[in-house]
């Protein structure tokens, strides 16, 4: 395979010149960050179906190929992007953005082509039962039947009364009720954010495209 380039043809090794971003904005800055992460995952997404042809033994060693140089240009963009943005004095937050843009253009791949969108909720270490409120809100059409401090109060007394019936949570795994139906209505549609604020854990609500209220 070709030597491992950037998004714009560059080595990885090139670095942007500093005086480019002179005459760019935070805004401005964060905005043409996204829309380079967007297209190295294009760039993902094309190098995975070139790989996925030929044989078996073929498709296996393309993919590894194709894994490590994804791997090493995310890298390497996820460091530019970190050192433009410490360049104008926001050095501790340049990672956490650019993890964060990674991780929400995912969220928008996943989610838009199912209609589907993210609603930002508030982050006061409440997020989980916030989103809730938010989702059963969506199901009556009008103010949730439960506050969020009511929601938090009713899981606490039944997680405590039930034990037993929650294991360790795996991050990463998908848990499932036995007794769950097929049917989507009321379904409870929540989104983990490992990156959103740089504090932990938090969770945000996913409601149909068109629902989103400004």
Do not use: W
């Not at 042809?53 to 992007?81: D, M, R």
């Not at 995912?106 to 997020?127: N, V």
């Not at 998908?174 to 490992?194: A, F, V």
Request: aromatic residues 6%; glycine residues 6%.
């Amino acid at each position: 395979m070709a030597d491992v380039q950037d998004i714009d043809g560059k080595p990885c090794e090139e670095k942007l010149p500093s005086t480019s971003l002179k005459h760019e904005t935070r805004d401005e800055i964060l905005s043409r960050h996204r829309k380079e992460i967007s297209q190295l995952q294009n760039k993902e997404i094309e190098l995975k179906k070139a790989a996925a042809k030929g044989s078996k033994a073929e498709q296996k060693a393309k993919k590894k190929q194709v894994e490590e140089e994804i791997s090493q240009l995310s890298a390497n963009l996820k460091e530019k992007h970190a050192e433009e943005l410490a360049s104008l004095g926001f050095k501790e937050q340049s990672s956490i953005m650019s993890d964060r843009m990674i991780e929400d253009e995912k969220f928008e791949r996943k989610l838009k082509p199912l209609g589907f969108t993210i609603k930002e909720i508030k982050s006061d270490g409440h997020c989980p039962y916030r989103a809730v409120e938010d989702q059963l809100s969506l199901q009556s059409g009008d103010s949730s039947p439960y506050a969020y401090q009511e929601l938090r109060e009713m899981a606490a007394a039944y997680m405590r009364k039930h034990k037993r019936s929650f294991p360790d949570v795996e991050m990463g795994k998908e848990y499932k009720s036995d007794g769950g139906s097929s049917s989507s209505t009321g379904t409870i549609r929540l989104s983990y954010h490992k990156h959103a604020f740089g504090r932990g854990e938090h969770y945000n609500s996913v409601f149909p495209h068109l629902n989103i209220q400004v």
